[in-house]
């Protein structure tokens, strides 16, 4: 799946707002996804990223916001199930592996 510019744009914005929605400094995302600040940076940015890796993100911003109770910022194209990409490794998002 690849997005063009403005669908990126928006992906990108919604994983900011979603960061801010859940409280969490970026040095804890990057310590809890195993990885450095400036790779969350990169994802946030969707800068020369691998397609899971804004899934990653998205999944664990998920699950933080879900133990605080919160609903979070709506997805314009990071919608439904991961499983139901094809061209999406499952292994790599369950196991929160992020490219280098």
Known sequence: ????STER??????????LKMSHLAIEDVAAALNTSVSKINQILELDHVAP???????EY???????????????????GDFRNYWFL???K???RQLSK
């Open 52 to 58: 899971e890796d804004p899934w990653i993100l998205k």
């Open 1 to 4: 799946m690849s997005l063009n």
């Open 61 to 79: 911003l998920s699950e933080q916001l879900c133990q605080q109770g919160l609903t979070g910022y709506p997805y314009s194209k990071l919608v």
């Open 89 to 91: 490794s499952t292994r």
């Open 93 to 95: 998002i369950y196991k």
């Open 9 to 18: 744009f928006n992906t990108s914005k919604e994983l900011k707002e979603n």
